[in-house]
């Protein structure tokens, strides 16, 4: 956390659904259709939670400093524990970096997990059926 802000950090992990989604689509794991209603939802979902992320770290985040903007900015004062440019840079590729493995490792997951269910089929259907119909009764009698 001393690399970056709260907010980045906040934002980015909030936004790890939409990365899924998006490396899915690239990997092929995920069918878009354009005219499906469940594929708009999907894409909407996706800029939706894109948008509100850079509109949390534009607006919470640490003041961006442009060369024809004035320096003095009221809005946003420094504090004493401010992070300098070059530790955002580094803190920001860490946890877009993490994000990313995060997506990663939840898209291979379920890819071997699909992989699992076909190989043992055969044993699904059976101890799957007494797995749930055994949570059931332990639910009813909670």
Not at 17 to 24: E, H, K, L, N, W
Not at 34 to 48: E, N, P
Request: proline share 2%; glycine share 4%.
């Amino acid at each position: 956390m001393k690399f970056t802000t709260a907010t980045f950090a906040t934002a980015m992990y909030n936004i790890v659904p939409a990365i899924t989604f998006v490396m899915a689509w690239i990997f092929r794991l995920e069918i878009v259709k354009l005219k499906s209603l469940h594929s708009q939802g999907k894409i909407i979902g996706t800029l939706v939670t894109i948008g509100g992320a850079m509109i949390m770290t534009l607006i919470r985040g640490p003041a961006i400093q442009f060369p024809w903007t004035n320096q003095h900015n009221l809005h946003h004062q420094t504090s004493v524990n401010s992070v300098s440019t070059h530790d955002q840079i580094k803190g920001s590729l860490m946890i877009t970096s993490g994000c990313f493995s995060w997506a990663s490792f939840v898209i291979v997951q379920v890819s071997f997990t699909f992989k699992i269910q076909v190989k043992y089929k055969h044993l699904q259907s059976k101890y799957v059926n007494h797995i749930w119909n055994l949570a059931i009764k332990v639910v009813r009698y909670i």
